[in-house]
């Protein structure tokens, strides 16, 4: 079994975060083992890297206030490399070897649920990414996700195509993974905004030319592309093909990385987020700050979701006690939280809790996700 990455090194390696020294405590008893299994490599990697910087600034941010309870987290990193088997392993050697109190992750749908296998026999708390899946998750009483469900993604972009932008007939380009589960909802509640999805094409999770797919788009001259993705190579095909119709993305592509990826064709797609970090809500902002202060860069969405997960099982073992009462610490983790990305009610049948109304709208311009005003109403 290969080795489990030691995050206080991890640490060292990064700039120093910006905690006043007074303030800084010493953690003084044996630390809390968290395993997080998170893609930092493989297709979906331009998740899983932001996921695990703010896990990584969260878990040092908390060990400086003196940890939970005197414990300072230690997060033990597996990378599943975007695919379930590996996720299985990894969590196997996690729970049995290690035996870790606690799982994040992980990235990816498949990863998630493959192991949610594990986990939930054992009720050993588990805080996913992903976003819920297939109906098997819904069975299962100890594990929440920090992400919206697929509905409430597919709601986002119906809501603004209908409302702002007018849109009866859409186009749709999405992946064979996230971007799969987010159209199986999307054509089940399209109807109930009045909109025929005129053309929907899919294709291979990290595919670098999609071109074929959205000349077909194209052809159903349709007045707005939504793309689901965690890739930037549709947003590149759509402009090359000259898709003269707004473009909406997904929660899924708003990161820098992307951005960047996307070159010129990121130019005015919007996207339904949560945070917008060039003007992020009042309670955003110190993350924020604090993100930047370590990084030099802004967070997005993932990276608050990160930091969020390590906030969260703080929470937790701060209320709930290491004790080997599985029952009682699955019970605490789903109540409500209020995190840097959502307020969460984790006993909802979604396991998030997470409200259509919470989404903030952003459009890219000149490499930056500008603030639109506009919002869904209560």
């Known amino acids: 079994m290969r080795s489990l ?3 206080a090194a991890a640490i060292v390696a990064t700039a120093s975060c ?10 003084t008893k044996p630390p809390l083992l968290i395993g997080t299994i998170l893609s930092v490599t493989g297709p979906i990697a331009g998740v899983g890297i932001p996921e695990r910087d703010g896990a990584l600034l969260a878990q040092k941010f908390i060990n400086s206030k003196g940890g939970v309870n005197g414990r ?4 033990l990193i597996e990378d599943d490399a975007s695919n379930p088997d590996t996720a299985v392993s990894r969590a196997n050697a996690l729970i049995r070897s290690s035996q870790v109190k606690a799982l994040i992750g992980s990235t990816g749908i498949a990863s998630t649920v493959a192991v949610g296998g594990l986990t939930d026999p054992i009720k050993l708390p588990q805080v ?10 819904f069975k299962r009483s100890c594990i929440v996700h920090l992400l919206p469900p697929q509905e409430l993604n597919a709601r986002a972009a119906l809501v603004y195509a209908k409302d702002v932008l007018g849109a009866k007939r859409i186009g749709v380009l999405h992946d064979s993974g996230y971007g799969q589960a987010v159209f199986n909802s999307m054509k089940q509640v399209a109807p109930e905004y009045g909109i025929e999805l005129a053309q929907v094409e899919k294709f291979e999770i990290g595919a670098t030319d999609v071109t074929a797919q959205a000349a077909k788009v194209k052809a159903a001259d349709p007045q707005a592309v939504i793309i689901v993705a965690s890739s930037a190579a549709p947003f590149r095909n759509v402009r090359d093909i000259r898709i003269a119709a707004p473009v909406i993305g997904s929660i899924a592509s708003s990161s820098y990385e992307y ?19 060039e003007d992020p809500l009042p309670h955003q902002r110190t993350f924020v700050e604090q993100f930047k202060a370590e990084y030099g860069r802004l967070p997005k969405n993932f990276e608050a ?8 099982v703080a929470k937790l073992f701060s209320e709930a006690e290491d004790n080997g009462n599985s029952q009682a610490q699955c019970a605490a983790l789903r ?3 209020k995190g840097t990305l959502a307020d969460y009610d984790f006993a909802a049948q979604d396991l998030t809790g997470m409200q259509l109304t919470g989404f903030s709208y952003s459009q890219v311009k000149n490499g930056a ?8 109403a209560n």
């Open 5 to 7: 990455l030691n995050i």
């Open 18 to 27: 910006t905690i006043p020294a007074a303030q800084a405590q010493t953690p």
């Open 72 to 75: 300072p987290i230690q997060l």
């Open 128 to 137: 996913a990414f992903s976003g819920i899946g297939p109906a098997v998750e």
């Open 259 to 277: 951005i960047k990826a996307m070159g010129e064709a990121a130019e005015g797609v919007i996207f339904p987020e949560f945070l917008i970090a």
């Open 305 to 312: 979701a990160g930091w969020d997960s390590v906030h969260l």
């Open 335 to 337: 109540t409500k939280f």
């Open 369 to 376: 996700f500008i603030r639109l005003p506009f919002r869904i």
